[in-house]
């Protein structure tokens, strides 16, 4: 079983920058998806970014088109995944979510299905 643990979230002015963490315990492997999602009130939970292991401590990184430019995702090679949110608008209000998966799937690596594990979530909140 993996546990993944989130951490860093927190009340921030729009223009502002916030850097989540999140630590994977248990069977958590270096060559596993690694990714974030969010849900604001009312909404569903959409993906965010996300990691596919490309083989030693090179990861390959995927962004929704919202975050694009703005946010960027990190790994250490071991246990950790990051989400370093740059330029955060109130639109970025929401509960963030780290997730995992055993495997990579070309088609679906954006679809919260293809993702076995997840946190229980950190509070993100962009103030105007």
């Given at each position: 079983q993996v546990q993944l643990v989130e951490s860093g979230g927190?009340?921030?002015?729009?223009?502002?920058?916030?850097?989540?963490?999140?630590?994977?315990?248990?069977?958590?492997s270096r060559n596993y998806?690694?990714?974030w999602?969010?849900?604001a009130p009312g909404k569903e939970r959409e993906f965010v970014a996300t990691t596919?292991?490309?083989?030693g401590t090179t990861y390959y990184a995927y962004y929704a088109d919202?975050?694009?430019?703005?946010?960027?995702?990190?790994r250490?090679?071991?246990?950790?995944?990051?989400?370093?949110?740059?330029?955060?608008?109130p639109e970025d209000t929401a509960v963030y979510f780290c997730a995992g998966s055993r495997s990579?799937?070309?088609?679906?690596?954006?679809?919260q299905l293809e993702y076995d594990y997840?946190?229980?979530g950190t509070q993100v909140t962009v103030s105007s």
């Open positions: 927190g009340l921030v002015q729009a223009g502002g920058s916030l850097r989540l963490s999140c630590a994977a315990s248990g069977r958590a998806t690694m990714g999602f969010r849900q596919r292991w490309s083989g919202s975050v694009k430019g703005r946010f960027a995702i990190s250490d090679g071991r246990n950790m995944v990051f989400l370093q949110m740059n330029s955060l608008k990579w799937d070309d088609s679906n690596w954006w679809s997840w946190g229980q």
